[in-house]
């Protein structure tokens, strides 16, 4: 099998990161601006701009940064056997989530400038590709050893991530608290009824 | 009641409907001023003020015009059987808008704006559950006539809308021309094995 895509990323300035994170939760990201983000830090702007020039390299680093995280959580996922693993994997991207609303609805933000700014676009889409090889990676395992139906893994995984990316759009734009909830049985439905029909 | 005004020839509102569309495809949601609309519009910032008095006012307009548009064609669906008539709507909501991706990029920028404008997020709840009345409507009618198996409608027409959502963020934010059939293969092996599992 085909090794991870890389993921190797500049190291972001963490205090700045959490800084940013700070200003992002205040201001949202329409508002945020290098002298918030340099007020939360606690320094002078120009401090801030010593680490990078302008606003969108900050917020590429600041993607990077929150996107390693949880690339971390992920790969933090014990291997057990595949369902038991697939099943952790669902709920780290779709109920580990819950608390962390403010940083959806800022990355709901930078993902409708994708379109606009190559930079974001790069990171959603490695962050996607990575996933999605964690997924596949997974039903591929069920499929050899047997536990998994024989599906198209690449298009199961496909269809998870457009199940979590449809809860992180619906828990921001309808501010549905129930959004995550919904697309966490309807995986489950999925996965029940396209991987594990025989049961 | 009075009747409603004579639209049928040249209405304004509808002129500056279709700038505003014009203006939003070549500039962004973030770049768009009631100066670019106007010049789309052929007439001065004046003319366009006259009718709307903010930007955000001509953009919750524009929501309108767009999302009502969208629910006749939703509504146009010919009652025929249930499972006939889900199929129709499924492409109603993820074939047809792969004609309109610039919309969707344009449309994901005001979604994530839901959170700080009022306007836009009474319009976006408006439309969904709309979309989702539809949708219980036929699973409903589908289990009372025996055809489907007898789920609960609520959670069933959310999952579906889950669906179509993070097609609809996935096309925009990865650029990704597969994103809305993927969606829609998703939608159909959902529907096959939780609304007709005995097929």
Chains 1, 2 share one sequence.
Do not use: W
């Not at 890389?6 to 700070?22: N, Q």
């Not at 201001?27 to 969108?56: M, P």
């Not at 600041?62 to 697939?86: G, K």
């Amino acid at each position: 099998m085909a090794n991870p895509p890389d993921r190797s990323f500049s190291d972001p300035d963490e205090e700045i990161m959490h800084a940013t994170y700070r200003a992002l939760r205040e201001h949202g990201y329409a508002d945020l601006t290098i002298k918030r983000i340099a007020e939360e830090y606690g320094k002078s702007t120009a401090a801030v701009h010593y680490h990078y020039d302008t606003k969108d390299d900050l917020l590429a680093a600041f993607l990077d940064f929150v996107l390693e995280q949880f690339v971390d959580t992920i790969h933090e996922v014990e291997r057990t056997d595949p369902e038991q693993r697939l099943t952790l994997l669902l709920d780290q991207l779709l109920v580990e989530v819950e608390e962390h609303q403010d940083l959806l609805v800022a990355i709901l933000e930078m993902r409708s400038q994708a379109p606009y700014k190559e930079a974001f676009a790069d990171r959603f889409e490695q962050n996607d590709e990575y996933v999605q090889y964690m997924l596949r990676t997974v039903i591929d395992d069920g499929i050899s050893q047997g536990v998994f139906a024989d599906v198209d893994a690449e298009h199961t995984a496909a269809a998870l991530m457009t199940i979590v990316d449809g809860a992180r759009t619906r828990a921001v734009v309808l501010d549905d608290a129930d959004a995550l909830a919904t697309a966490r049985q309807t995986a489950e439905e999925y996965v029940q009824s396209v991987l594990l029909p025989e049961e």
